[in-house]
């Protein structure tokens, strides 16, 4: 039997996800202007920057479109996210935090879009000249779920 949906312990873990994400954005909304940097290490600079498009800025330059096409992605994969966090057995906590990590970069990003019209982003790597595209704590979540997907279908099934 499954536990009831309000005592599932990775949804708490995806909310906390999602209040990360959203605090460290509304932190550098009410301490930084477009474009203004922080550098904090070396090859680290907080930032602010909006993206309109997806993943390394993808569309961001379409007509508006797209802000209702991630929105729905995003929303969809909550709800499937969230069915497969209720229907995942118990035993299984590595997947369940993959999920639950999956969540938190989807509906973070989902609230940024319902909210703005875009993404805010604000971690930033370099080195030297070369810089990654700019992201936030819900992409890096998004990035780590899937990293674990790939190591648990690498790793862990073949030991099995």
Wanted: aromatic share 20%.
């Amino acid at each position: 039997m499954h536990r009831p949906f309000i005592f599932n312990p990775w949804l708490f873990l995806s909310i906390a996800g999602i209040l990360a994400d959203q605090a460290s954005k509304i932190w550098t909304l009410g301490h930084f202007s477009v474009y203004e940097i922080y550098v904090i290490t070396s090859f680290f600079n907080w930032t602010l920057t909006y993206n309109p498009g997806a993943a390394f800025s993808f569309l961001s330059s379409a007509s508006g479109w797209q802000m209702w096409f991630f929105s729905s992605v995003a929303a969809i994969v909550s709800v499937v996210v969230i069915i497969m966090l209720m229907t995942t057995p118990k035993q299984h906590k590595w997947h369940s935090v993959a999920l639950s990590f999956l969540l938190a970069g989807a509906a973070g990003n989902l609230c940024d879009r319902l909210r703005f019209g875009y993404v805010i982003d604000v971690i930033q790597w370099h080195y030297q000249q070369w810089y990654w595209p700019t992201f936030n704590l819900a992409d890096a979540f998004v990035v780590t779920a899937v990293i674990m997907w790939l190591l648990e279908e690498v790793f862990f099934k073949r030991a099995k």
